[in-house]
């Protein structure tokens, strides 16, 4: 019977924790940088992976890209959240932004088919926020996640720049052959889209265009102009309560 390492998701909980504090914090980078440095190679040995010093360098060559990309993150939160006080509320308090933060981290490893890892560091995430979005995905700039709770990011997404995403929002793929595993399964919004709350976008082929608002509880299989307004009609009554009625 084969032996698995699943020990190594304490390893790589820890690991990510410190990285995403590193990230922000001057102190916590001094203090972790060499621990950083030596768990990565650890883990890249212990998943049998060649050229982990390698891969190490090339990813913290990234870091300082990625560290302005957050900050663009952060700020959009700041701008399109009425509830946020400060940016160091953003940075402290808000799970979508810690997903956000972990998901441009692996995606990096992810481009350097380190597979394992980064599905690894979006797992703890996943626990934690609730967030669930593939390190393969492709996010521009800008990017604002609200509440976040349920909300599913397939491998082959790709999302534009000032893209906004409610809770329970699904961009998702029609089920394929395994053999088909390379072949684009999830959607492409495009630039300046916003999805509201519970909406679900299904397949490799489908484009949301450009500032477009996708309503609440929506269901797409097909793509969708730029600039369009889509919503899921419902008729909703209210009316006095007749008499005898329990509240």
């Avoid at 360098?57 to 957050?70: D, G, N, Q």
């Amino acid at each position: 019977m084969k032996s698995y390492n699943v020990c190594l998701k304490d390893t790589v909980k820890l690991f990510t924790k410190r990285l995403f504090y590193s990230l922000f914090d001057e102190e916590q980078q001094t203090e972790h940088e060499a621990y950083l440095e030596s768990t990565f190679l650890k883990i890249l040995s212990r998943l049998s992976l060649d050229g982990g010093y390698h891969a190490w360098e090339t990813f913290r060559a990234k870091l300082p890209e990625l560290r302005r990309k957050l900050d663009l993150d952060a700020i959009a939160f700041e701008c399109n959240d009425p509830a946020s006080h400060s940016l160091d509320e953003i940075y402290l308090a808000y799970p979508g932004f810690h997903a956000i933060a972990i998901y441009r981290l692996s995606h990096e490893l992810y481009k350097q088919k380190v597979h394992i890892l980064p599905r690894m560091m979006s797992e703890y995430i996943h626990g934690i926020t609730g967030i669930d979005i593939h390190p393969g995905a492709t996010i521009g700039d800008s990017f604002y996640i609200d509440h976040g709770t349920g909300i599913v990011i397939g491998e082959t997404s790709i999302i534009g720049n000032h893209v906004k995403i409610y809770q329970g929002v699904t961009l998702g793929g029609i089920s394929v052959a395994k053999n088909l595993a390379s072949v684009k399964r999830h959607p492409t919004i495009e630039d300046n889209v916003c999805i509201y709350a519970n909406a679900t976008i299904l397949g490799g082929d489908i484009v949301i265009g450009a500032n477009s608002i996708i309503g609440a509880n929506v269901w797409i299989t097909q793509s969708v102009p730029e600039n369009s307004l889509v919503t899921y009609q419902t008729e909703i009554k209210i009316r006095p309560k007749k008499n005898g009625i329990r509240k």
